[in-house]
């Protein structure tokens, strides 16, 4: 009589419990910060002119977000420029949201969720406040000036740039 071999059981598959930021984990004393749970999403949608001749160096102030505040991944930079570079962030921080080459047509998303290697602004910049944003050591409080800067090329006249900033503010 042959004897068959006893049947291994498959290796155990890791099995998880993980808890994102928004929900409190159960097991830790520390509570959510209320911005990742009853946070309001609010907007700055803003449309600028760029003057004919404005040349690099030239700043338009889009709006004002609360310095503790988190970029919504949904927020876009749309605009019928050509042929002009602008970047978009902070007085101290200009670049904080990347450089947008306006030659691209209509614009677009101002996340690059597929962005993991930090060239632009990308996944793993979401979880970050403005004032981090803004190049700041610590929160400053109040608001933050958003503006547009022109990095490369020359205005033409009649072009606009719209910005639907979209945020997440504690309520």
């Known amino acids: 009589m042959v004897k068959k071999a006893a049947k291994e059981a498959p290796p155990a598959s890791p099995i998880a419990t993980r808890y994102g930021t928004g929900y409190r984990n159960p097991g830790s004393p520390d509570a959510i910060d209320s ?3 009853a946070a309001e999403i609010r907007a700055v ?3 600028v002119e760029v003057g004919e001749g404005d040349e690099p160096g030239s ?3 889009v709006g004002y977000v609360p310095s503790s505040g988190l970029l919504d991944a949904g927020s876009l930079v ?3 420029a050509t042929g002009l570079t602008v970047q978009l962030g902070f007085k ?3 670049n904080a949201f990347g450089e947008f080459d306006m030659s691209l047509q209509g ?3 101002l996340v690059d969720l597929a962005d993991t290697a930090g060239t632009d602004f990308g996944l793993n910049d979401l979880g970050q406040r403005f004032w981090e944003h803004a190049g700041l050591a610590r929160d400053p409080g109040g608001e933050l000036d958003v503006l547009l800067t022109v990095v490369g090329g020359v205005g033409v006249a009649d072009t606009k740039i719209h910005c639907a900033l979209k945020y997440y503010r504690q309520g």
């Open 45 to 47: 949608n803003s449309t």
């Open 107 to 109: 614009g677009g998303p």
């Open 92 to 94: 101290d921080n200009p």
């Open 35 to 37: 911005v990742f749970r």
């Open 59 to 61: 700043r338009y102030f």
């Open 78 to 80: 749309m605009h019928d």
